[in-house]
C-alpha cells in the first residue's frame, strides 16, 4: 500500500466523541484525514442496526472525501459493507479469512514486539500499527507505554514497511515520532476532543501534507 494514506489516520466510536461524531468525522475529512478507522468500541458503544448504521454514515462521509474507510476487528461487517479494509490485533486467524475473502482489501495489524511483527509481515498485512507510544486514555487494555525504541528498531529492521505510529500523540509530539520513522500517525482523542479540528490536523500533518 501507498504509506501517504497513513499520514494523518483517524480512528473514532462514539464513545470517544465530545460533538456528534458525525459532525467530528466530517470536519477531520474537511481538514484532510488521509484515513478513517471505525472502532465502535467500550462501554457504552452502540449495536446492532444502530452500530451498523453509524458505520455505513462514516463510511458515506468517508467515501464523498475520498478516503479509505477500515473498520476494527469486525471482519463480517467490514465485508458486508464492502469496507476498504480492516484492522486487527493479534489474530493470524483474522487476517489469513479475511485476505481469502478480499483480496484486494487493506488489512492493518497492531504489533507491540519483534515476534509480533515478523508474524504480520509473514501473514500479508499490509500495514502495522505500533503503540501505544505514549499513555493513553483512549484503550483500557493498552500495553505500558513503549516510547520510541521500538517503533526505531522496527524502521531499521523494516526500511520500507509501512507503519503508523499510536497512543497519546498529539500536536507536540507528532513529529518526533515520525522522525523515529513512522509513515503516519493514528490518533483518538487529539481529533475528537479538539475544539479546532482544522487546526489540530494541520499541526499533525507530516512534510507530505
Ligand atoms: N490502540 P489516543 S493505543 C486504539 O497501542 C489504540 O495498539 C493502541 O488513542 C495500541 O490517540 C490506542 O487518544 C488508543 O491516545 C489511541
Known sequence: MNPDVLNVYFIMGTVNC???????????????????????????????????????NCQKLCKDYGVPFI?????ELALKLDADGIHVGQDDLAITEFRARAENKIIGVSVHNEQEMELAVRSGADYVGIGPIYPTKSKKDAKPPAGLGFLKK????????????????????????????????????????????????????????
Open 18 to 56: 465530545v460533538e456528534p461524531p458525525l459532525d467530528t468525522l466530517e470536519q477531520a475529512l474537511q481538514a484532510g484525514i488521509t484515513c478513517f478507522q471505525f472502532r465502535e468500541k467500550g462501554e457504552g458503544c452502540l449495536n446492532g442496526e444502530a452500530y451498523e448504521t453509524f458505520a455505513r
Open 154 to 209: 522496527v524502521r531499521s529492521q523494516y526500511p520500507s514497511f509501512p507503519i503508523v505510529a499510536i497512543g497519546g500523540i498529539n500536536e507536540m509530539n507528532a513529529s518526533e515520532v515520525r522522525l523515529a520513522g513512522a509513515d503516519g500517525i493514528s490518533v483518538i482523542s487529539v481529533i475528537c476532543e479538539s475544539s479546532n479540528v482544522e487546526g489540530t490536523i494541520q499541526k499533525l500533518r507530516g512534510a507530505r501534507g
Open 71 to 75: 473498520v476494527n476487528d469486525d471482519v
